[in-house]
């Protein structure tokens, strides 16, 4: 059994952590953290676990923390790296869910989180985990940095386009959607049934954060410089996102066979299932699931590559990566314990 | 391994059984039927199983079916019965979710569905599949009638009372509420999601069919008949079924702990929950979960006892507790296949 | 030109009685008062207004609100009370959208609002804002208590029924649904979307605060005192109100055509609406209008009378009703200003 | 009055002219024609209409329609064109909702439409209804065609980009997200609310009907030919519109102070609002309105213009802008009846 802690178990990415990790075979929940709600048992918060879950809400305490075999970071960024540096010294490996390990250039992280990173030194060893990229560095990482939401989906839909070239890599505008468990778990008038249903809206154009994050990991893949556009909007939905990718094909591009492509890239991914041509995914399919689906096409041939990707934000977009990430550091199945196909309708 | 056959996969319950068995270890799901899509991969109709089943809906076959181990029927009424008799011949144990096996009284019956039955004789063979009431006696079904959805929430929430005799059986008042998704898979303009969203609405005040399945099924618990006004709901949401049950205390039942009550009664339930005092259900702590969660108080004292269930109309209010009866008949553990915990948020 | 002044415009009630108001060939909007936006420009707040007002929110400050013609309170309980002795003074007029002078007992309003209540005296000079009771005396009321929202359908759903005694009094059971703006324009995580969304339950069963509001009035009503086990609840949508009353017909009820009853009852009001037999209402047909839709039925003919009614509870359960008020009070034609047909689809 | 007819009521369209119709002060509806509900009273069908309109559904009647002053045709395509000639020989001016005239190459009209269009020598002569482009064709049509929903908001994004010849007209990128009730009131089960809730999807990829119609009208602004690439998405809401616009900047288009040049061009426009720097609309501020709202960015000054405009796609992009076209062509006030602000929450 993996002995697994939990730092910030009360967010939406904890609860999910519990619902996947109760039923994980190989894994025993060890301790669930939280400040706020330290004392409260974990099935009074979310009654969804009542009888899947005997333990009740701790103060984080490194030492507990620094005996188990994993521990996962369910929160905000700037809290991670405050205990990350402990654990790895007590031979505890790290899935860090926030943003604190997933950019390299500490700048970069400083500028568009407006901290100091109180352990750069760390960023060079950190895995970004995302399987379809890093599968072999993330089996013996220390320190996983788990992709972001909107990351895991432009980059998987865009991957197999720079990975062969076939589009010009400073065309890429990515329009994504989100459902409004992305927001997380706080209270915020924004957030209101009243005020997010039955509506739809683009926010943060100007600049999110999760922008250098996709640019960093579009780079690598690319092994040039990207130049991404990237639009995020909140749609009255509880989980999902929608990543909408464009891109101009460049001449290479415009004689590929894009589905093959695609099929080729992806045909051993237990993750990633591109559907069949003239399909296009929608989030509801993966809902639950570990799943991204991804579709594509060259509208009226002009020119213009559409790749349209869906993953539940929640799992492949958070706690369900993070433990396949989990399963690959210690020698587990891929799937294990993430292969429930989603909940339609 | 558990052969399987599913009469009539399209609908949201067919969906929800496939979701539940593709992952349940005893079972191999042999065929699946619809005379409308006939040929079609079942994952060309529903995205969210691709990758875990790999057959195409057929024809119904009486042949192919009577060579299961267990045949599930997922078709509106007036379908199972035309079957039954050469499947129970064959050997077969047949799973009805529909309602033709429900009512013993074929008048009622006929009354209430406008139809002919055409197996009278097979309706005092049939178990009510409510494992609460009759486990024993599904243990040893050929012919299970799985309860409806209103049913399993209405009869969980009154049985402790009306066994205890502690309400008067005439003063019963059931205020249901469902989510769209038991309308079924139909195209109606009632149900598409800019009429029934943003809105609620009360349908079959003056009478729904789940009626007499209800009373006949509160009487055997009480041992006299009882009285009941059940007025249905619908509220803009998918699953979900959320049932506010009134009852007037007698005088027992007012000197009763009517708490501690509950919570003897569903003590060994695997999937019956009881709320804290002070609690009350909301159905998204259940949704795709095989859970009935129950809170209940006597508001300022008035004698009037209110209890409020909550279950998912698909899992525990059809398709999960068609497997849990299953697992019953066939000797396996009552929960396998159907432990997950509810998708929350 | 009526001048009038509103305090505490950020809430839903608030932004409500702004689109109305805007829209009232015979109002003038003077200003608008809050202490957490002051300053702020309204349409920054409420960016549907744009183009329609041209103020911004600033302190309360009872002069300038006591040269007002009228004053409307859209504020939480027990912050009218401290203001409207000194408005009374004044000669304003005050329409009062909170709980502070709905209940004459001031022992059961301090029982049920945990406050000690600052003007007392003016409890018994408060007139009750329900027209269809109330209509003369609110054509001359100085200081008028607004119903709130469950209590305006609930009323007037039995009303008919106690007016013409054909209802046991003692046995009235109100099962009642509310969209999740009627918790207000409040960060609370109950009410985010990805929590309060797909989902439904019962809330404050042991007791609401609207309890005694109702009971008073329909025990005036009745005149005698009524016994009433009234049950709220949540559902996924933002605005509307559905009550489901249930009562027992005693010898008289069972006799009446009740469809006639009603009928007759609000045959000259402009607001209450009587279905045809056979139909019942969802709230989205009042979406936005200040209309109350009944209908009603006797179930299999059991002795349970059932009505449903529903309202948009922003406007006949709060800000349309307030300026239906406001109408008769200032001599203008009833409907003037909230005649417009509720928003549909 | 303006005697007014109006062919097709029972859609979306329908019902929503109708809802503004019956508060127009000098319009009178003379007929609404319906051939499957002919004869059912219009307010049977619409509850919300009850006590605003007293007619029934009547087979069409070009004898009768022929007599008004105006007729709408909220009718799929391929029905108006049939009736047209006659009615305009008789002369009532037609105001169509639906796609018969809104294209002016013939042959592109019937690619995209797969029929033969039975009148094309009016092509030419239908005026295109969008009253920020056309305003004074539109005094004097006889024959209006009315932009679509999606033509309407993606034309008023990029109009004043491409009026001054700020961008690369090759370059465009329009992603838009629609509420369900644009897919019409219509049975289809994709349109579910348990289909469609929870849930996003891309949908016409490769190709939407509205393509051409949108291609046509930025040519004419631009004064070239424009390609854009347009990719249409279904949200899970009732109404809105959401344009999220890219289109790459030419030299003098990153020089010009953008958000300057969008307040001039729409300075006089009484439908179209553009919001402050650093805001963005969300399709809820317009519910129910007849506003166009605009925000606009460059992102991280990339070189990428980024537009968003949402709309009601029942009110600006369809009855709300026809009732504006009538205005205009009947000499009234441009808002008259449809100046309310939006139903917010």
Chains 1, 2, 3, 4 share one sequence.
């Not at 390299?104 to 995302?130: F, I, M, N």
């Not at 089996?139 to 197999?160: D, E, S």
Request: hydrophobic share 40%; proline share 6%.
């Amino acid at each position: 059994m993996i002995k697994v802690g939990i730092v910030g178990g009360t967010g939406y990415t904890g609860v999910e952590l519990l619902r996947l990790l109760v039923a994980h075979p190989n894994v025993e929940i060890v301790l669930i953290t939280s400040r706020a709600e330290s004392g409260r048992r974990v099935d009074d918060l979310f009654p969804s676990l009542r009888g899947h879950i005997d333990l009740s809400f701790s103060d984080p305490d490194n030492k507990v923390l620094g005996a188990c075999d994993a521990v996962f970071f369910a929160t905000p960024h700037n809290v991670a790296m405050r205990s990350v540096p402990a654990l790895l010294a007590a031979g505890t490996r790290v899935i860090d869910l926030s943003a604190d390990f997933r950019i390299r250039d500490v700048k970069l992280w400083e500028h568009w989180y407006g901290e100091t990173h109180v352990c750069p030194e760390l960023l060079s060893q950190a895995v970004y985990g995302l399987p379809e990229r890093n599968r072999e560095d993330i089996r013996t990482a220390q320190l996983l940095a788990c992709p972001g939401c909107y990351p895991t989906a432009v980059q998987l839909g865009y991957m197999p386009l720079l990975a062969a070239g076939l589009i010009d890599p400073q065309s890429l505008i990515a329009n994504a959607v989100s459902g409004v468990s992305g927001a997380g778990r706080q209270a915020k008038i924004d957030n209101l049934l009243a005020e997010a249903s039955d509506s739809f809206k683009a926010y943060a154009v100007s600049g999110h954060r999760h922008l250098p994050e996709i640019e960093q990991g579009l780079s690598d893949i690319a092994g040039s410089e990207v130049s991404l556009t990237f639009v995020p909007h909140l749609a009255p939905m509880i989980r999902g996102i929608h990543a909408t990718l464009y891109a101009s094909l460049n001449e290479a591009g415009r004689a590929a066979n894009l589905q093959s492509v695609f099929e080729d890239f992806y045909q051993d991914e237990p993750f990633v299932d591109v559907l069949p041509v003239g399909q296009y995914p929608q989030t509801r399919s993966v809902r639950g699931a570990n799943t991204c689906q991804l579709g594509l096409t060259v509208p009226e041939n002009k020119g213009t590559v559409v790749v349209t990707a869906v993953e539940d934000n929640l799992v492949k977009g958070a706690a369900g990566q993070a433990i396949q990430c989990m399963n690959l550091m210690f020698g587990q199945e891929e799937s294990l314990g993430i292969s429930q196909p989603g909940l339609l309708p």
